[in-house]
C-alpha cells in the first residue's frame, strides 16, 4: 500500500509526523507493507514551486492509494491571488480526486468529557458524524470572482450550484454509514430560502427511500447549529452541503473539547485524502505542543476507509482511547488535571499503547 504525505504548513508536518510513526508500527504489528512517499503542498509548495498543487503532486496523489494530510494555509498568502493560495491546492486536490464525501465524526472521549466548554451532561455520550458534501456548492460553482460596474462600483459574486446527482452521491454515502451506526440521518439545509436547498431535500428524500430502516429528519442549519449545542446526543448521522458542513463540524468540535480531535476522511473514489479538521496553527507550530491526536486518528480512518484493514484501524483508535484514560493531554485539551504532554510524548504514548503487554 503507498500512501502520500502532504505535510503542508504550520503544525501540519509535526502532526503527520506522528501519523507516520503510528502507521510504520501498524504496519510492523501486522506484517504488512506501507510506503510513504512525501510531496510538496500548500504554501510548501507555493515557496518550492511556485504554485500549491504541483502537477507532480497531483500526478503522486492521482496514482496513491491513500493520501494523508496535515493542514496549508498560513497568513503570508492571505493577500495572494486566488490561484497562488494554499487553499486553492487543497481544493484543487479534494475536486482532483473527486473525493466528494467528507466523513467528520465528532466523539465526546468520556475522559475528555470535562475538557468540553459545554457542561458534562450535555456533551456526554455524543457521537456524531458528519457528512459533509465536498466537491460541489458554494466552493465551486460559478460565475465567481470581483466586477467593477460602469460607474465603478466593486462587486464580488459567488455561486452556489449543485446538480442532483452530487446530491444523490454523498447522501448513499451517508445512509451506508447510518445503516452501520443508529440508523439516522438529520439532512441539514436551509430550504425555507435557497432553492440549492429545496433540490437538496427533495433529491435526499428519494435516496432515503431506498435506505427504510434509516429515520430522516431535515433540520434548517440555523436551528441545527444551535441543537449541535443543546441536544448534541440526538444526532447520529448529519448530512449537509459543503459550506454547512465546513462551519457545523467545526462547531461539533467544541463538543470533544477541541479541534485537535477531529479526524476526517474524504472519500467517494478511488484515492481518499485523510486529514485532521484542525488547520495549520501557526501559532503554536513547531514548539511541540499541537495535539496529533486528529491526525492519528485520520490515520486509523485511512486504515478503515482505503485499506479495508478494520482491525487495525480500532487498534488504533483504541490506543487513542487509552493515553487520554491514562491521562495523558496535550495543552489543549488539558484542564488542570492529567499530565500535561507535547506532540511528539502525545505520539510515543499512542506508540507504546499499541505495543502487546500495554
Ligand atoms: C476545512 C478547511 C478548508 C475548507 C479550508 C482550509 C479551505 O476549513 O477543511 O474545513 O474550508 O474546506
Ligand atoms: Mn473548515
Given at each position: 500500500m503507498r500512501i502520500v504525505l502532504l505535510p503542508g504548513d504550520g503544525i501540519g508536518p509535526e502532526v503527520v509526523e506522528q501519523a507516520v510513526a503510528v502507521l510504520r508500527e501498524t504496519a510492523a504489528r501486522s506484517s504488512r507493507k506501507i510506503d510513504f512517499d512525501e510531496h510538496a503542498f500548500g504554501g510548501a509548495a507555493l515557496d518550492a514551486e511556485?504554485?500549491?498543487?504541483?502537477p507532480a503532486t497531483r500526478e503522486a496523489c492521482l496514482a496513491a492509494d491513500a493520501v494523508l494530510l496535515g493542514a496549508v494555509g498560513l497568513p503570508?498568502?492571505?493577500?495572494?491571488?486566488p490561484a497562488l493560495k494554499p487553499e486553492t491546492g487543497l481544493l484543487g486536490l479534494r475536486k482532483a480526486l473527486e473525493a466528494f464525501a467528507n466523513l467528520r465524526p465528532a466523539v465526546v472521549h468520556k475522559p475528555l468529557?470535562?475538557?468540553?466548554?459545554?457542561k458534562a451532561e450535555v456533551v456526554e455520550g455524543t457521537d456524531i458524524l458528519i457528512i459533509r458534501e465536498l466537491t460541489g456548492g458554494i466552493y465551486f460553482g460559478t460565475p465567481r470572482g470581483f466586477e467593477t460596474d460602469e460607474q465603478g462600483r466593486e462587486s464580488a459574486v459567488n455561486t452556489m450550484r449543485y446538480r442532483v446527482d452530487e446530491i444523490e452521491r454523498v447522501t448513499r454515502v451517508a445512509f451506508d454509514c447510518a445503516m452501520g451506526r443508529r440508523k439516522s440521518v438529520v439532512s441539514v439545509d436551509k430550504a425555507n430560502v435557497l432553492e440549492t436547498s429545496q433540490l437538496w431535500r427533495k433529491t435526499v428524500e428519494q435516496v432515503a427511500r431506498d435506505y427504510p430502516e434509516v429515520n430522516l429528519d431535515h433540520m434548517y442549519v440555523d436551528n441545527c447549529s444551535m441543537q449541535l449545542i443543546a441536544q448534541p446526543r440526538r444526532f447520529d448521522v448529519v448530512l449537509t452541503e459543503n459550506l454547512f458542513g465546513d462551519i457545523l463540524s467545526d462547531e461539533a468540535a467544541m463538543l470533544t473539547g477541541?479541534?485537535?480531535m477531529l479526524p476526517s476522511a474524504s472519500i467517494g473514489n478511488r484515492v481518499g485524502i485523510f486529514e485532521p479538521v484542525h488547520g495549520t496553527a501557526p501559532d503554536i507550530a513547531g514548539k511541540d505542543i499541537a495535539n496529533p491526536l486528529a491526525t492519528i486518528a485520520s490515520a486509523a480512518m485511512l486504515l478503515r476507509h482505503a485499506f479495508g484493514w478494520e482491525e487495525e484501524a480500532q487498534r488504533v483508535e483504541l490506543a487513542i482511547a487509552s493515553v487520554l484514560e491514562a491521562g495523558f493531554r496535550t495543552a489543549d485539551i488539558f484542564r488542570g488535571d492529567g499530565k500535561l504532554v507535547g506532540t511528539r510524548a502525545m505520539g510515543e504514548a499512542v506508540l507504546s499503547a499499541m505495543r502487546p503487554g500495554s
Open positions: 511556485g504554485v500549491p498543487f504541483p503570508k498568502y492571505d493577500k495572494n491571488p468529557v470535562s475538557a468540553s466548554t459545554l477541541s479541534i485537535g
